[in-house]
């Protein structure tokens, strides 16, 4: 079992009190359309942190904007302390994140074999002490059955949810010390969405890596996650617990 070692390995050896992620003030959108503005959110180590928030509320605008895809137009993004703010997406994943997009992450005529090598050859040094790949390889399929028991058929005969398997994955595979995933659940049956969240769960449990998770199944997101964050239109309207997020009025915030 690849175990996550303390925070303080997977950190280079030094204790520090910045989250893996920090994001102040960020405003955001696409040309004069402002789609964010004034979102903050803190992921720490080992966490799972969600956002939350209705379609075209600026979920996956947070996520491009926090990887590099979309250059910020006001606020900060620090990873592990050291800001990356509007830096590109090659560094932005140099440094450590890797993201699940929305949609397709796998390449379908490639075998799963094939896409799971693809994504450890794009990887850069990622961590202090990076595992051998085949490690993560093997933790990897171990951790996915259906990928070990179908690692030579092509992702193109898989079904969505298992799809979505190979993609997260793909981004284990880079050893990343954030993952950030958008809308995983996206056109899965229910069974499967649940299935899906548990995998990422297990990941962020199993191996520590810190998640930050966009989703619209409220209810399932909060089952799985530490913290919440909730935008609405691009404005924050909710931050805290699952706990918390319980007693309010949803209405308000979707
Ligand atoms: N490339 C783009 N160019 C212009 N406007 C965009 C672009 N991408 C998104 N938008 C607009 O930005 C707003 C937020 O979109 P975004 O995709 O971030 O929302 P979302 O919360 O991820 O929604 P969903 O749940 O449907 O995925 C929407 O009004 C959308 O139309
Ligand atoms: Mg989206």
Do not use: C
Not at 5 to 13: C, I, L, M, Y
Not at 126 to 154: C, T, W
């Amino acid at each position: 079992m690849l175990s996550a070692g303390t925070p303080e390995a997977r950190n280079g050896g030094t204790a520090t009190a910045e989250p893996v992620l920090r994001v102040d003030g960020l405003t955001a959108g696409y040309g004069k359309h402002v789609v964010l503005d004034g979102v903050a959110l803190v992921v720490g180590e080992g966490e799972l942190v969600a956002l939350l928030g209705h379609n075209g509320a600026g979920k996956t605008t947070a996520l491009r904007s926090i990887v590099g895809q979309v250059r910020p137009k006001a606020g900060s993004i620090h990873l592990d302390g050291a800001a990356v703010t509007g830096m590109s997406p090659a560094v932005t994943a140099k440094r450590g994140m890797s993201m699940v997009p929305q949609g397709q992450g796998v390449f379908p005529s490639m075998t799963v074999e094939e896409n799971l090598r693809l994504a450890a050859a794009v990887a850069t040094r990622r961590s202090s002490n990076p595992r051998p790949q085949d490690e993560v390889r093997a933790f990897v399929l171990d951790m996915f059955g259906i990928l070990k028991r179908r690692h030579k058929d092509k992702a193109g005969s898989f079904s969505g949810g298992q799809r979505q398997m190979l993609a997260i994955g793909m981004a284990l595979m880079t050893q990343p010390r954030l993952m950030l995933l958008d809308e995983p659940s996206t056109g899965l049956a229910p069974v499967l969405v649940d299935e899906v969240l548990a995998a990422v769960r297990k990941v962020n449990q199993e191996l520590g890596t810190s998640v930050l998770l966009v989703e619209q199944d409220t209810k399932r997101v909060l089952a799985v996650s530490d913290r919440v964050y909730v935008i609405k239109l691009g404005v924050p309207v909710f931050d805290g617990t699952p706990a918390e997020m319980h007693q309010q009025d949803w209405s308000q915030l979707f």
